[in-house]
């Protein structure tokens, strides 16, 4: 196998660093659920019978799925899976979009300077994500893992993606000529 090269070995980085700030930010929203229900749930009028958002169990759960989704992401980046780098990328754009309707909440001081700063590590994952070094990595890599599947009997050449293989659908009765 390859040696990463640092783009990718940085923008990993970045993304462990975005989920352990989505994990601190889960406490911040369990220590500061009162401040933050002010601010994101809608307001008593009157005799309303509304009730308070309850938002603390959805923050968690989603912050649960999408760190183990993250996790298993940057293992498959890291072997070289160009699919996993865009996932990875579009995760990170949906932080930078949850940081900026954060922003426009009009949350507490704390959360809204976690917001800022989570904001800016995205932006800069992102362009690691996509740095000339990341693609070229997953490009390389992808030749490897054609090897690995003509290795478990899969007829595929060097650069060539499964699914461009004739007759890869009908049950393994694929060409055979090299």
């Known amino acids: 196998m390859s040696k990463r090269p640092p783009a990718v070995e940085l923008a990993c980085w970045l993304l462990w660093f ?25 307001m008593q009028v009157g005799d309303s019978t509304v009730q308070p958002v309850e938002f603390v169990p959805v923050i968690l759960v989603l912050y649960a799925v999408t760190a183990i989704l993250a996790a298993t992401l940057i293992a498959l980046f890291r072997s070289g899976h160009n699919w996993a780098r865009h996932s990875l990328a579009s995760i990170v754009f949906g932080i930078f979009i949850v940081t900026v309707a954060t922003v426009r909440t ?10 800022i700063a989570a904001a800016v590590v995205s932006a800069v994952t992102t362009v690691f994500i996509y740095h000339p070094q990341s693609r070229r990595f997953v490009l390389e890599n992808g030749g490897r893992w054609s090897a690995e599947l003509h290795g478990a009997g899969l007829p595929v050449r060097a650069g060539e993606d499964v699914a461009d293989v004739e007759g890869a659908d009908d049950g393994g009765a694929a060409r055979t000529d090299a």
């Open 18 to 42: 975005l989920v352990a700030g989505g994990l601190v930010v889960c406490v911040m929203v369990v220590v500061q659920r009162d401040d933050l229900g002010a601010v994101w749930s809608p």
């Open 106 to 115: 009009d949350p507490p001081t704390l959360v809204l300077w976690v917001a």
